[in-house]
């Protein structure tokens, strides 16, 4: 298998590959390689970080667990073990992975980091660049291959917006990728910019260890119970959807919302005009699925602060004139694709690093372009796209080995 090179080749100038590359060895690519894997499609997986699922080993809290029931969360072919709870943790999550890659037989090429991809139409070949700095890996190495899979996913980097005077804060100031646990912040005034999912369980966790945390509101948001008499908000919306047109799930589910969590408003969680549904299927803005946070919010534990002005020496301003004093920032500000720096003379993503083309058409490209973990739906959308993306990929390699046969026998 391509996967099995010796040493030697490996760090050979230009490597042909009779298959695919897979960029990316999150769940995204480990999905598309299985998928390919057992459909007899040879491949290599292409890998930045030292192991798979880096953003998930790396750059998450320690208290993370999946926010959806595990059976929307798991990948192609391989469910989650029958003992694992409903939502499993992180450390959870990173070992059924693991199990993924072992299971089948996914080798990636780890701490190869892609610096170009390009379509050369005169050979009608990719051409991927690579370079590495680890140990015997050292040097650049060009693989030349029929199909290229982008599976680096919406997350690949960190997004860290500017604020006037952040420089002169002088307080620690770091992305939640960077946090792990508010064991170090007790009794600390910290700001969590941003209250998506990421804040809120930051901002619940430094509550958890005594700290004193102001979370920044500056959009509207909807927030939507985690389970509604003991089953899942989002299972039981699937559900409805079956049956029911897509803007009456969404009455519906903010009817329970108001129902459950009462007016949030009055807290300064201002709730969107759109749907929470239709918010996530127009512009990928997922629902903060409450575990708790709100409670905290509810009783000042947690204080919500609007949109910030500027920052000063150990102090912020927000937008509403008042000003307070801080100890540490963090940065709960999202993440963004990386795509665009690297994927050159391409007109499938956009700017932003997405493809164009909306889900459920976002899957592949021209010339043996696919994009596996850009539906802004999770596991579950990276799955879909990753089963399509595998199919299509083994019905085209399949006809060219049989004509190459057929080529070869007709010289007999």
């Not at 889900?359 to 372009?369: R, Y």
């Not at 399509?388 to 080529?407: G, N, P």
Request: with cysteine; net charge positive; proline share 5%.
């Amino acid at each position: 298998m391509i996967q099995n090179f010796d040493q030697q080749d490996y760090v050979s100038r230009c490597i042909w590959v009779n298959g695919p590359v897979i960029v990316g060895a999150g769940p995204s690519g480990l999905a598309i390689s299985a998928g390919l894997k057992k459909q007899g499609v040879p491949f290599v997986v292409l890998e930045r970080a030292n192991c798979i699922a880096s953003l998930w080993k790396n750059r998450t809290y320690d208290r993370l667990k999946l926010h959806l029931p595990k059976q929307f969360c798991q990948l192609p072919y391989f469910p989650f073990p029958d003992n694992f709870p409903e939502y499993p943790t992180k450390v959870q999550f990173i070992d059924y992975l693991e199990s993924y890659a072992k299971h089948f037989e996914i080798a990636p090429r780890f701490n190869e980091s892609v610096q170009s991809a390009k379509y050369d139409e005169t050979c009608g070949l990719w051409q991927v660049r690579t370079s590495s700095t680890s140990g015997s890996n050292w040097g650049e190495v060009e693989y030349i291959c029929r199909w290229l899979v982008v599976a680096t996913g919406e997350n690949a980097e960190k997004l860290v917006p500017e604020f006037e005077g952040l420089q002169d804060f002088g307080g620690s100031v770091m992305h939640a990728c960077d946090y792990k646990s508010g064991e170090s912040y007790q009794g600390k005034r910290v700001l969590v910019v941003g209250c998506g999912n990421s804040g809120m369980e930051v901002s619940l966790d430094l509550c958890n260890h005594k700290a004193i945390p102001s979370m920044v509101v500056r959009n509207s948001v909807h927030v939507l119970p985690r389970e509604v008499l003991g089953r899942s908000t989002f299972e039981l919306a699937v559900l409805m959807m079956k049956w029911l047109p897509f803007w009456l799930v969404d009455k519906i589910l903010l009817i329970i919302a108001r129902l459950l969590l009462g007016n949030i408003e009055k807290y300064g969680l201002r709730r969107p005009s759109m749907g929470p549904l239709k918010l996530k299927n127009t512009q990928g803005k997922t629902p903060v699925l409450d575990i708790g946070a709100l409670e905290r919010i509810r009783s000042g534990e947690i204080r919500v602060v609007p949109g910030i002005k500027r920052f000063s020496r150990g102090r912020v301003e927000f937008v509403n004139g008042e000003n307070l004093e801080m100890d540490c920032v963090i940065l709960a500000t999202g993440y963004c694709s990386n795509v665009p720096s690297w994927l050159k003379d391409n007109d499938f993503f956009s700017e932003d690093g997405l493809p164009k083309t909306p889900f459920p058409n976002g899957w592949k490209g021209k010339a043996g372009l696919y994009a596996v973990g850009f539906t802004k739906r999770g596991l579950s959308g990276a799955s879909m796209d990753a089963a399509r993306v595998a199919d299509d990929i083994a019905r085209i390699w399949k006809t060219k080995q049989i004509e190459c046969l057929m080529r070869c026998f007709s010289h007999f």
